[in-house]
């Protein structure tokens, strides 16, 4: 199917395939994108840029140092993966997509979680009507953060010290966001915490989601240890719809829950600058994966999922709602599946079955 409407809408998307199965997925995802653009009547206005760590290893740096002022003008980061064994990950991460998330204030990091019809769940007994849920993590301060240091390194009397951070501001954003979109869906919303063990951050925490809750009288609100959290999700996925919580909880949380839905293989995520200042950021759940890179079998849903994210935030709800519509259909139809969801499909199989949804359509 071709778009036959007058004008063609395009989006200007800076793309950073990355490292490992980050270069696999990237292009799979790109193939869908363009052709839903196609459908929908959109273009994609690609830059690409080969950061990650080949580019630590030949430059010292993970991405150049205007690399934050070259991807300030477009409207959306579309990104695979980053990380390489004989890189230490801190500088990975630390190198590349720390700085994009805090530069662009990507203080949200949503993470929906389905267990799609035809997969199945290593729980047993668990439904897709069972397992629908979004974490939706805190993305700029919290455990992750820089504050700290090193003194003695070497000797016994070595030692570490790392500061949490939470700003009332950064707290609660990130809880707001969360009501809004609780009261968007189901209406219930969860707060992970831990303010039994950790006595200043997370007693703190759970103030502002009280005070936060309070402004939406109508929502089903309740705070959970993140410990007894992590069991429950496993013992009783249905019970849960979203979730907010602090960056390392949001972060353990969010591939836990993915596991529960299949695979890490299929879990998207998307930065996000709610006020579009600054442009946002969409990449899949996963890391490079380096035991099954350059093989051609990564599972690309988690990509494809994100690109479908990219796609509602760039105001293309049509296009994004008919990508995960085809997704939903190739797998409720027994179609291709790669190795982490039982099946023996390439990228490439899932990619073109994916992609001919949209032009045999
Ligand atoms: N956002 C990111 O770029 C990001 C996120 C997590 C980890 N990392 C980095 O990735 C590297 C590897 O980390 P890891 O092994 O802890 O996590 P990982 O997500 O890369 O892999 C974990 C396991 O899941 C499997 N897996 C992941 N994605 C898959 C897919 N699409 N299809 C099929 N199987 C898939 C892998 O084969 C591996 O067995 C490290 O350097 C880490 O720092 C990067």
Redesign the pocket.
Known sequence: MGYDGESVRRHRIAVIP?????RE?TPAALEVLEAVGRAHGFELELTEYPWG?DHFVDTGRMMPVDGIELLRGTDAIF???????D?P?HI??WGL?IPIRRSFRQYVNLRPIRLWPGIASPLRDVTPEQVDMVIVRENNEGEYSEIGGRLHQGTEDELAVQEALFTRKGTDRIISYACELATARSGRICSATKSNGIIHTMPFWDERFAEVTSRHPRLEAEQVLIDALAAMVVLNPGRFDVIVASNLFGDILS?LAAAVAG????AP?GNLNPEREYPSMF??????????AGRG???????IWSAAQMLEHLGEQEAAAAVLASVERMLASDGPR???LGGTATTADVTAALVSSFTSA
């Open positions: 990355g490292d490992g199965i980050g997925v760590c990104l695979g993966a980053v990380g390489r064994p890189v990950d990975s991460l997509l591939d695979s890490i293989g299929i995520s990449e899949p759940v996963h890391g490079s994966a380096p035991d099954i079998i990564a599972n690309p849903i988690g990509a790669t190795r982490d």
